[in-house]
């Protein structure tokens, strides 16, 4: 089985960079799309981001398009989400997740403890 393991949150000021890693072991976890979800108390869990395990395909969320990045190293076997020009809004907990289905219908088959992510207005 596949296991992730979630780094790099933080508190950072509006307009900041953060840049959340994430190592994953076990199974056939290369041959899985990786992702990131996040989510915020009282809102539902919210999709961030996914990449194909060839890194050919990617997709992001209409809200983190243009200021969120996605990649992967599979030598190293980790997911990276980018974030730059961070908003209040962006305040979260990020989980990182591993999918078979592909990032066309990412919902996430395994999942990291997550990482706090917080950005002072």
């Known amino acids: 089985q596949v296991q992730l393991v979630e780094s790099g949150g933080g508190l950072v000021q509006a307009g900041g960079s953060l840049r959340l890693s994430c190592a994953a072991s076990?199974?056939?976890?290369?041959?899985?799309?990786l992702g990131w979800f996040r989510q915020s108390p009282g809102k539902e869990r919210e999709f961030v981001a996914a990449?194909?395990?060839?890194?050919?395909?990617?997709r992001y969320a209409d809200s983190v398009k243009g200021r969120f990045t996605i990649s992967r190293d599979n030598a190293k076997n980790t997911v990276y989400l980018q974030m730059n020009s961070l908003k209040p809004e962006d305040t979260a907990v990020y989980y990182c997740?591993?999918?078979?289905?592909?990032?066309?219908?990412?919902?996430?088959?395994?999942w990291g403890q997550g990482t706090q992510v917080t950005v002072s207005s």
């Open positions: 997740a591993a999918d078979y289905r592909g990032v066309g219908a990412f919902v996430g088959d395994y």
């Open positions: 076990g199974g056939t976890f290369s041959r899985y799309a």
């Open positions: 990449i194909s395990w060839n890194v050919v395909r990617t």
